[in-house]
């Protein structure tokens, strides 16, 4: 279901669907990154304006497309200046993200032990991603932070999650690398 047409939204949609036919799911991530890194760079797929506008007190998150068929959906993310997420999960589906727009800083988290409240990370890595550039996250490995490190610009990134991604845990730190688990709704910004 096309939430929203814009240039070059059928080459995308194409593009998805025919990484999405691969076997498994390292295939289809790693399909999905090059065929995302590739149509970020050609210029072939212009996402709608209003991707370009923040939310203000918040990094939006617009639905451009789900798919009845094949269960994904795809998520433009607008980043104003600093603003980002704390560490959280996926709800346990994979996802390719690709810098539109801007520059984003991931860092990857590893978690290395929870009790019944309390979660313990260990960051194991930062990404410092420009236009065109993509990465996946495949559960068990999808705790992660994303922030615009920009004073003064905004950042656009494209996610594309295995399914609706509705909800997600979110991690608040209590001090020592420790977190306590929250469970958080998602919600879409309007477009248009």
Not at 130 to 154: K, V
Request: overall charge negative; glycine content about 8%; hydrophobic content about 35%.
């Amino acid at each position: 279901m096309i939430t929203v047409d814009f240039p070059g939204s059928r080459t995308l949609i194409d593009a998805i669907d025919s990484a999405v036919s691969q076997a498994t799911t390292p295939a289809i991530t790693d399909s999905l990154r090059k065929s995302l890194c590739k149509l970020i760079r050609s210029q072939a797929v212009t996402l709608p304006a209003c991707v370009f506008e923040t939310a203000g007190d918040h990094y939006a998150r617009r639905e451009l497309y789900r798919s009845d068929e094949h269960g994904y959906s795809v998520v433009a993310m607008t980043w104003g200046p600093g603003q980002g997420t704390l560490i959280h999960d996926h709800s346990g589906m994979w996802c390719v993200e690709g810098v539109w727009n801007g520059a984003l800083e991931i860092v990857q988290y590893e978690l290395l032990e929870h009790d019944a409240t309390r979660y313990h990370f260990r960051p194991v890595g930062t990404i410092d991603a420009g236009p065109g550039s993509a990465g996946s996250l495949i559960p068990p490995h999808e705790y992660h932070t994303i922030r615009n490190p920009s004073d003064d610009s905004l950042a656009v990134s494209l996610h594309i999650y295995s399914g609706r991604m509705t909800q997600c845990a979110v991690f608040d730190p209590q001090g020592d690398d420790w977190y306590q688990r929250t469970e958080r709704q998602l919600g879409l910004d309007r477009m248009h």
